[in-house]
């Protein structure tokens, strides 16, 4: 079992496989120009797959593969096939933008994926070309269709933008609905990498504009889920991530592991440790201390949810899939 030092249990782990990505949205990357880090930089599959073997080991009883946009990385079938062959009971997961599902959803779930996560910021073309700075709804809309027909699990995460597309979130919370999907609204996260004109939602807001067609009542809150839920009177839940609040950290469980090697033990601050060489020296013990080390050093907030400080995060989220 692997406990940080605020005594919490860690059994969640995110693996980005690049911080490539193909859109380039307002609230995360859009200044970013379109070039990649070398490959050669990039841990390979095979040794991402030696930590993630050692994780599971050592209590990870679930794998998110994120990115950047992971399916921009060739093979990403045959790693899940590598996870789910060592551990089939793995709860093994994906988060997408969702733009190159339709082509490799099916392989995804043959090879022991379970669950996908679909960005989905608004049912207009027009804004979804603003806020990815590319024609891409028609894309994101066929992949999600692809997920659902092959059986994989949809949630779909939206980050709600003020006059952006905050003026849909009904739709989208009734289109998910409608398809039997979850949906997650997450208040925008500030970082220095957003469009400086990015301005985001809060929680109460969210709630409001919901309110104004819905009712719904609180749902007593899942210690191991990032988001609060909330169920409207015909039994559908819908959730909403808080960053701004301190119960997003209290019952933290999660570690990310980057492309390249760098163990980041919160998705606000820079600290991480590498366990490239590690890996790839296979020197395993020496993977397993750094790993202790780094949850030993875990903090117990991120700044998100202090009102008094003037700090940005300076977090990449492409490499760290958010």
């Known amino acids: 079992m692997l406990i940080d030092g605020h005594n919490r249990i860690v059994d969640y782990l995110r693996?980005?496989?690049?911080?490539?990505?193909?859109?380039?949205?307002?609230?995360?990357m859009p200044e970013k120009p379109f070039s990649w880090v070398p490959k050669?930089?990039?841990?390979?599959?095979?040794?991402?797959?030696?930590?993630?073997?050692?994780?599971i080991d050592e209590g990870i009883k679930k794998v998110?593969?994120?990115g950047g946009e992971p399916l921009l990385r060739e093979g990403l079938d045959c790693f899940v096939k590598m996870i789910y062959d060592y551990k089939s009971d793995i709860d093994l997961a994906l988060t997408t933008n969702g733009y190159l599902l339709p082509k490799v959803a099916q392989q995804l779930k043959d090879a022991g994926l379970k669950r996908i996560n679909v960005s989905l910021d608004t049912l207009k073309k027009d804004v979804a070309a603003?806020?990815?700075?590319?024609?891409?709804?028609?894309?994101?809309l066929e992949g999600i269709a692809k997920a659902h027909e092959v059986g994989l699990k949809i949630k779909?995460?939206?980050?709600?933008?003020?006059?952006i597309n905050d003026n849909e979130l009904i739709d989208l919370l009734e289109f998910c609905k409608e398809k039997g999907y979850?949906?997650?609204?997450?208040?925008?996260?500030?970082?220095?990498?957003a469009k400086d004109t990015a301005k985001g939602l809060t929680s109460l807001e969210i709630q409001n504009i919901i309110s104004r067609k819905y009712n719904f009542e609180v749902v007593p809150r899942d210690s191991?889920?990032?988001?609060?839920y909330y169920k409207l009177e015909d039994g559908y839940e819908f959730g909403i991530i808080e960053p701004h609040k301190d119960d997003f950290c209290a019952s933290c469980n999660r570690i990310r592991l980057t492309a390249e090697g760098y163990l980041i033990p919160c998705l606000y601050f820079e600290d991480a440790m590498s366990i490239k060489e590690a890996v790839q020296n296979n020197e395993i013990d020496k993977a397993v201390n750094i790993l202790k080390e780094v949850l030993k050093n875990k903090p117990e907030k991120n700044k998100w949810s202090q009102e008094d400080t003037s700090e940005t995060s300076t977090r990449a989220f492409y490499q760290t899939g958010g």
Do not use: W
Request: net charge positive.
């Open 64 to 66: 998110r593969i994120t």
């Open 130 to 140: 603003k806020i990815a700075q590319k024609d891409v709804l028609e894309k994101v």
């Open 182 to 193: 979850v949906i997650r609204f997450i208040e925008f996260m500030e970082n220095k990498h």
């Open 224 to 228: 191991s889920s990032p988001a609060q």
């Open 156 to 163: 779909i995460n939206c980050v709600p933008m003020k006059g």
């Open 40 to 55: 050669e930089n990039l841990l390979s599959y095979e040794d991402l797959f030696k930590f993630i073997q050692v994780a």
């Open 15 to 28: 693996v980005s496989v690049t911080e490539r990505c193909n859109f380039r949205c307002q609230y995360c």
